[in-house]
Structures are given as structure tokens and as C-alpha cells.
């Protein structure tokens, strides 16, 4: 203040910040408010959506069990088709219907031991796991966080079977999990030596059904990352990528140190 010409009229210019900190936060409110309405229009349209995907999924078996033996084989090769894509449907709408339901609330966040997460998510990824080699290293100076623990679980979940998911075919998956100390927030990453992701689409893969075409083989939907992506949100923190095309790719994101948001 004291180094300001004397023309200036500080009392102008406070009046002018706080309008200013007024119309933002007003801009703010009105940005939640829509983004409540985005959410509740993708549950209302996922939610409504299953009840004739279970009723066509229901048929087909119905058709395939009733005409097993008097059905043509490539009309029942077909029908398994058609059921297998709908399950995929239906998979894809209780994913979008968890991505509208994910809330974090301090009362529902406790300290949990990040080796404790990682192993709960390796046990939901037996499957995955038992069928493929990889290598993995866990950073020995895992901390504890304070987190909704099912949802953390999912994230590690999610960045460690991509990891697998876009590995190279003639390489051994090596997989790392990091963790960098720092004052404000807890830094922790995912590195693999797999497929790699352009530049370009960096962002893209953050974002509803943001599938590339970097590895045509690996299932899945593209709701991964956007789930992932705003667990760590909601816990008050980022994620993002670091990768280079064929070379491999690093997830890293933050957690604030004490609260959950
Ligand atoms: P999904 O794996 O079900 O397709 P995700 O949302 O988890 O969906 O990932 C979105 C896309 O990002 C994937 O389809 C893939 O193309 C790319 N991707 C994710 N993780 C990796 C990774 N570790 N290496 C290379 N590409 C990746």
C-alpha cells in the first residue's frame, strides 16, 4: 500500500476486488449447479437403460437354452454374441452409474496404510495377474493416508491392470509404485515400461470412454481413468501423465496430507 502512487483510490480498488471475488464465486455456484444436473442426467439415463439391456440380455439366453439342439450353430454362435455384448452394456452402465455416485466425505475417510491399498488391489486383480508375467517393486516409504479406503483401492486397482493391459507384447511388464515425500502432499506414481501414450492424447484418456487405439487387443471400456480421476478429486488431489510413445508411462498423483477435501 505504501508504495502505490498517491492517485490511486485504494478504497476503489478494494471495492472493485471484492465485487470481482463476488462474481466468481457466483460464476462458481452456478458451474456446480450445472455439473450437478450433467450428473444427474447420466445416472437418470444409465439407470434407465438397464432395465432393457437385462430384458434383451434375458431373451437371448432364453433363445439359446430353448433351441440348443434344434438351432442352427452359427445363428447360437450369434446369440452368445449378442448376450456378450450386452453384458459389456451392462458393465459399462453400472461403471457410469459408480462415476455419478462417487463422493468423499471426511466422516467416511480414515488412515489407512498405502501397502494395505496396494494389496487389496493385487487381490482384486488375481485373475489379471495369474495369467500374465510381470514384475512389480513397491517403494519401501509407502505412508499411511487419510482416504476413503474402497475408493483408493480402486485407483490403485485401476492404474496397476492398465499397467499390465498396455504392456508391450515382447516385453516383461515392469511395474513400479513410487511414492515422493513432500510437505503439503503426498506424490505417488505408477511407472511401466509398456506401449506409451502420445502426447496428443494425454488428456484425451482422462475423459469418458477415452480408449486409444495404442493396444487393440487389451479390454476394457474407458472409464477407468475418469473414475480414477475424480476419486482423486474428490480427495483434494490431481492426477496426470507422464509418457513417452513406445517407451513406457508413469501415472502420478497427489493426495493432500490431512484432510480428505
Ligand atoms: P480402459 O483401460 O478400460 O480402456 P481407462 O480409462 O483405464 O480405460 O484408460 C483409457 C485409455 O488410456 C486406455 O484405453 C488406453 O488406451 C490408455 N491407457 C491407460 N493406461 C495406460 C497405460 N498404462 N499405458 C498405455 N496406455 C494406457
Same mark, same amino acid.
Given at each position: 500500500?505504501?508504495?502505490?502512487?498517491?492517485?490511486?483510490?485504494?478504497?476503489?480498488?478494494?471495492?472493485?476486488?471484492?465485487?470481482?471475488?463476488?462474481?466468481?464465486?457466483?460464476?462458481?455456484?452456478? #458451474? +456446480?449447479?450445472? =455439473?450437478?444436473?450433467? $450428473? &444427474?442426467?447420466? *445416472?437418470?439415463?444409465?439407470?434407465?437403460?438397464?432395465? /432393457?439391456?437385462?430384458?434383451?440380455?434375458?431373451?437371448?439366453?432364453?433363445?439359446?437354452?430353448?433351441?440348443?439342439?434344434?438351432?442352427?450353430?452359427?445363428?447360437?454362435?450369434?446369440?452368445?454374441?449378442?448376450?456378450?455384448?450386452?453384458?459389456?452394456?451392462?458393465?459399462?452402465?453400472?461403471?457410469?452409474?459408480?462415476?455419478?455416485?462417487?463422493?468423499?466425505?471426511?466422516?467416511?475417510?480414515?488412515?489407512?496404510?498405502?501397502?494395505?491399498?496396494?494389496?487389496?488391489? #493385487? +487381490?482384486?486383480? =488375481?485373475?489379471?495377474? $495369474? &495369467?500374465?508375467? *510381470?514384475?512389480?517393486?513397491?517403494?519401501?516409504?509407502? /505412508?499411511?493416508?487419510?482416504?476413503?479406503?474402497?475408493?483408493?483401492?480402486?485407483v490403485?486397482?485401476?492404474?496397476?491392470?492398465?499397467?499390465?493391459?498396455?504392456?508391450?507384447?515382447?516385453?516383461?511388464?515392469?511395474?513400479?509404485?513410487?511414492?515422493?515425500?513432500?510437505?503439503?502432499?503426498?506424490?505417488?506414481?505408477?511407472?511401466?515400461?509398456?506401449?506409451?501414450?502420445?502426447?496428443?492424447?494425454?488428456?484425451?484418456?482422462?475423459?469418458?470412454?477415452?480408449?486409444?487405439?495404442?493396444?487393440?487387443?487389451?479390454?476394457?471400456?474407458?472409464?477407468?481413468?475418469?473414475?480414477s480421476k475424480?476419486i482423486i478429486e474428490?480427495h483434494?488431489g490431481e492426477i496426470?501423465?507422464?509418457?513417452?510413445?513406445?517407451?513406457?508411462?508413469?501415472?502420478?498423483f497427489?493426495?493432500?496430507?490431512?484432510?480428505?477435501?
Open positions: 500500500m505504501e508504495n502505490l502512487p498517491s492517485n490511486v483510490d485504494v478504497q476503489a480498488l478494494i471495492q472493485e476486488n471484492i465485487a470481482l471475488k463476488r462474481k466468481l464465486k457466483s460464476k462458481e455456484l452456478l #458451474l +456446480d449447479q450445472k =455439473n450437478a444436473e450433467i $450428473q &444427474q442426467y447420466l *445416472y437418470t439415463v444409465s439407470h434407465e437403460l438397464k432395465t /432393457p439391456i437385462s430384458s434383451m440380455r434375458g431373451y437371448s439366453i432364453l433363445l439359446q437354452d430353448f433351441h440348443l439342439n434344434d438351432m442352427n450353430p452359427e445363428i447360437l454362435a450369434y446369440l452368445q454374441k449378442i448376450a456378450n455384448n450386452l453384458d459389456q452394456m451392462d458393465q459399462m452402465i453400472d461403471n457410469l452409474l459408480d462415476y455419478t455416485r462417487i463422493e468423499v466425505t471426511q466422516e467416511e475417510c480414515e488412515e489407512v496404510d498405502c501397502e494395505e491399498l496396494i494389496h487389496d488391489a #493385487l +487381490d482384486e486383480l =488375481n485373475y489379471l495377474l $495369474q &495369467q500374465n508375467q *510381470y514384475e512389480l517393486t513397491i517403494a519401501p516409504n509407502l /505412508p499411511t493416508i487419510f482416504c476413503k479406503r474402497s475408493l483408493m483401492v480402486r490403485f486397482t485401476n492404474l496397476l491392470s492398465n499397467a499390465i493391459k498396455y504392456s508391450k507384447n515382447n516385453e516383461l511388464p515392469r511395474i513400479e509404485v513410487g511414492y515422493i515425500p513432500d510437505e503439503i502432499f503426498h506424490k505417488f506414481y505408477v511407472k511401466d515400461n509398456g506401449v506409451g501414450i502420445a502426447p496428443a492424447d494425454k488428456e484425451k484418456i482422462f475423459q469418458i470412454f477415452g480408449r486409444l487405439n495404442n493396444k487393440k487387443e487389451a479390454k476394457g471400456n474407458g472409464l477407468g481413468l475418469i473414475i475424480r474428490k483434494g496426470w501423465v507422464e509418457s513417452v510413445r513406445g517407451k513406457g508411462s508413469t501415472f502420478f497427489t493426495l493432500p496430507r490431512r484432510s480428505c477435501n
